[in-house]
């Protein structure tokens, strides 16, 4: 069963550090979403993507962060200059890409430790 | 503003102790309305999608209800397994695809 898988799980980075996390969808889906997570919260949004066009941004999504899709498969979620306040659990989601109304499905997610 | 409101925050039950978990949400106009189910250290795992007030759909011992303003997630007999976080997510009626989530219940199933 090839689900939506993220790499790596874990990360631990230094205040100051670059990061960079990689989603890989599942097979045929043509959007991909980024999410974040805190302890006792639900995922927040932070962008969507439609093969490799960033259609839509969340106003989380600092000067920061930024993501990629080049060739509509896998994407990448780099922040730059990391501070304590980016730990957090990264969700990555995928869908078809084929209606509106479609569901998103998860993978585990990479948690990121700020110190 | 859009919001969506879990309750309870946590909810602990004896095995075999039927219970539900709500959902209220305040958007402009829903598009569907989700349920799922998210195990510490992991991502959620998808349960149910319902798009219109009277929908309901059933899995196993859980069954998902739809109003115009809420939603319920009926938990029949419920086993220790059935311990988790439930989330609920609305999709808006517009060109967003982007889903709000409530903050979860965190459910507790006793032996």
């Known amino acids: 069963d090839t689900g939506v898988s993220q790499d790596p799980r874990h990360k631990i980075t230094k205040r100051g550090q670059n990061v960079t996390f990689r989603c890989d969808p599942i097979?045929?889906?043509?959007?991909l979403y980024w999410y974040r997570q805190t302890l006792g919260q639900g995922p927040e949004f932070l962008t969507y993507?439609?093969?490799?066009?960033?259609?839509?941004k969340s106003r989380l999504l600092s000067d920061r962060f930024s993501a990629e899709r080049p060739k509509g498969s896998f994407s990448t979620l780099e922040i730059q200059r990391t501070e304590q306040g980016d730990s957090a659990m990264y969700l990555c989601?995928?869908?078809?890409?084929?209606?509106?109304?479609?569901?998103?499905?998860f993978g585990p997610g990479t948690r990121l430790l700020v110190l | 503003e859009d919001q969506v409101t879990q309750s309870p925050e946590a909810l602990r039950l004896q095995e075999g102790e039927s219970s539900s978990l709500n959902c209220s949400y305040t958007?402009?106009?829903?598009?569907?309305l989700f349920w799922y189910r998210q195990d510490p250290g992991k991502g959620p795992e998808f349960l149910f999608t319902?798009?219109?007030a009277g929908e309901e759909k059933e899995k196993e011992r859980l069954k998902a209800t739809l109003t115009k303003k809420e939603s319920f997630l009926h938990i029949t007999a419920p086993k220790p397994e059935d311990s988790a976080t439930y989330l609920c997510?609305?999709?808006?009626?517009?060109?967003?695809?982007?889903?709000?989530f409530g903050s979860g219940t965190r459910l507790l199933v006793r032996p």
């Open positions: 989601a995928s869908s078809l890409g084929a209606s509106v109304q479609e569901t998103q499905y």
């Open positions: 097979s045929e889906h043509n959007r």
């Open positions: 993507f439609q093969n490799e066009a960033q259609l839509e």
């Open positions: 958007v402009s106009g829903l598009r569907g």
């Open positions: 319902l798009y219109s």
């Open positions: 997510a609305v999709l808006r009626m517009d060109s967003s695809y982007k889903l709000i």
